[in-house]
């Protein structure tokens, strides 16, 4: 059964300041993973999705990258601004098609 | 219209209660998922369909909870029967039938509370 684990769960920074956040996957055998914002009380807005056979996606001052054969993604923010401030979730599309979440990292630039 | 829409945006019931959500996907998507998300969490996976069948319905929590697409288009989620733990909010998505390369795109979601 496919899991899919965000570390940190809340990560505040100031504002400026470069930040990496995790997602891990246990299953491999995935065609895709997404990024995803959440605002609060919003639906989710995708940011970035690689495909299995990629290594990374960039997107103005975000990059997502994908080690498959480790189950790990990382999704580097540049230059953090207070309008960056969300909950960031990731997710992976399995191979019996169905697209697993992970609990998301809640994200506080301090101005 | 240009997003997944779902409506209501927010419904009210009291337990034992029936209610039903729906959600319009992006014209020409085949896949359409819901999830339920409850606070802090991440979305829940309830069903997928594929078309006009469900592909897969193994998230759905139990027997009171059931959908349909009849025209492979716009879904509805019904929920018979409602209990407080039952309150959340339900999301919507929608995809292309590009496994590899088709981003999920979301409504804003119904906010259902259980009285």
């Known amino acids: 059964k496919q899991e899919v684990t965000q570390i940190p769960a809340a990560l505040s920074v100031p504002e400026g300041e470069n930040l990496v956040l995790n997602c891990s996957f246990t299953?491999?055998?995935?065609?895709?993973l997404q990024w995803f914002r959440q605002d609060p009380g919003k639906g989710l807005t995708s940011l970035l999705l690689?495909?299995?056979?990629?290594r990374e996606q960039t997107s103005g001052r975000l990059n997502a990258s994908l080690d498959k054969s480790s189950g790990r993604s990382t999704l580097y923010i540049a230059a953090s601004q207070p309008g960056d401030s969300a909950t960031y979730l990731c997710?992976?599309?399995?191979?019996?098609?169905?697209?697993?979440f992970g609990k998301g990292t809640r994200l506080h630039i301090l101005p | 219209g240009a997003g997944v829409s779902q409506t209501p945006s927010n419904k009210v019931t009291e337990k034992g209660k029936y209610v039903e959500l729906r959600c319009d996907p992006i014209?020409?998507?085949?896949?359409l998922y819901w999830y339920r998300q409850s606070l802090g969490q991440g979305p829940e996976f309830l069903i997928y369909?594929?078309?006009?069948?469900?592909?897969?319905d193994s998230g759905l929590p139990n027997d009171r909870f059931f959908a349909v697409r009849p025209e492979g288009s716009v879904s509805t989620l019904k929920i018979q029967r409602t209990e407080r733990g039952d309150s959340a909010v339900y999301l919507c998505?929608?995809?292309?039938?590009?496994?590899?390369?088709?981003?999920?795109?979301f409504g804003n979601g119904t906010r259902l509370t259980v009285t």
């Open positions: 299953d491999s055998a995935i065609y895709n």
């Open positions: 369909f594929q078309g006009t069948g469900a592909a897969d």
């Open positions: 997710a992976v599309r399995d191979r019996d098609d169905k697209i697993i």
């Open positions: 690689i495909q299995s056979s990629q």
């Open positions: 014209s020409g998507h085949t896949a």
């Open positions: 998505a929608s995809s292309s039938g590009d496994l590899y390369n088709s981003p999920l795109h």
